[in-house]
């Protein structure tokens, strides 16, 4: 049997977890085929566009593998979802265009007869270790899913 020399830069790279790699293209297209409800009569293609640019930084085909496509859809609908929730009737003034931005949570309420009960979730965009916003909208819940399983990212082992 041969002698063969151990690669110690491939052993610490493969113990990393680091993921590089390009993408490949993900256009404004083909997030309205997966979800036609951010067409152009409900958000700018411009912002669409914007988020698409942010999700193809931060989500890599080389560690997402066959989730890839799903994930940049999710990260783009959330984010979309978010800004809708933001957006402000430009005539309805400061007062309007502040109480669009404040922080919503997630609020539920059940009314049965004279008794009603409801819960204001708005605590859980405060809890980061969590996933924060993401816990917001049903696309980022659905990332923050499956980005568990997929993993937590690259370190640095030396």
Known sequence: MKNKKMDVNGIVGAASNIRTGSNPPFTFDDFIEIYPQFGPD?????I??????????????????SYW??????????FC??????????DSGA???LKAGLTRGLTTSKSVGDVSVSTDYSLV???????????????GQQLATIGRIV?????YVY
């Open 42 to 46: 409900v958000m700018p293609q411009p």
């Open 48 to 65: 669409v566009q914007m988020y698409i640019d942010l999700a193809n930084a931060s989500i890599r085909e080389a560690r997402w593998c």
């Open 69 to 78: 496509k799903v994930a940049m859809g999710w990260f783009i609908a959330h």
């Open 81 to 90: 979802t978010l800004y809708l929730q933001g957006t402000a009737d430009p």
């Open 95 to 97: 007062a309007g265009v």
């Open 125 to 139: 965009a405060q809890d980061l270790d969590g996933w924060a916003a993401w816990k917001l909208t049903t696309y």
């Open 151 to 155: 993993g937590k990212g690259g370190m």
